[in-house]
Nanobody
Framework: QVQLVESGGRLVQAGGSLRLSCEAS????????????MGWFRQAPGKERENVAA???????HYADSVKGRFTISRDNAKNTVFLQMNSLKPEDTAVYYC????????????????????WGQGTQVTVSS
């Protein structure tokens, strides 16, 4: 089972920027990070978890409408890490942000950037003050 560890969440003022990181470790034999679609989800208090951004194993990206133009997802396969650069942050971006890895290699993103998640990170808190 892969372990996903997020970092970078903190308190920031509206209009500011943050960069979240998620490092994968403990890949099973024959399992290669670069072959897996990765994504960032978030969950605000009282709300359902939502897909924020995803990047396929071929580096195709997808963003939720609410973050398009402000957030950028990227990956460094040499470091087994996926990033989420968040700019122009708004109070409504406040949430716990979770990293996720697809359940199977070579997963193609669905029309809404969806994919079958096999592993989750523990989450990192992002708080945007007004």
């Amino acid at each position: 089972q892969v372990q996903l560890v997020e970092s970078g969440g903190r308190l920031v003022q509206a209009g500011g920027s943050l960069r979240l990181s998620c490092e994968a470790s403990g890949e099973a034999s024959g399992r290669t990070f670069r072959d897996y679609t990765m994504g960032w989800f978030r969950q605000a208090p009282g709300k359902e978890r939502e897909n924020v951004a995803a990047i396929s194993w071929t580096a195709v990206t997808h963003y939720a409408d609410s973050v398009k133009g402000r957030f950028t997802i990227s990956r460094d396969n040499a470091k087994n890490t996926v990033f989420l650069q968040m700019n122009s942050l708004k109070p409504e971006d406040t949430a716990v942000y979770y990293c996720a890895q697809a359940s199977r290699p070579w997963t193609i993103l669905g029309g809404a950037g969806t994919f079958d998640v096999g592993s989750w990170g523990q989450g990192t808190q992002v708080t945007v003050s007004s």
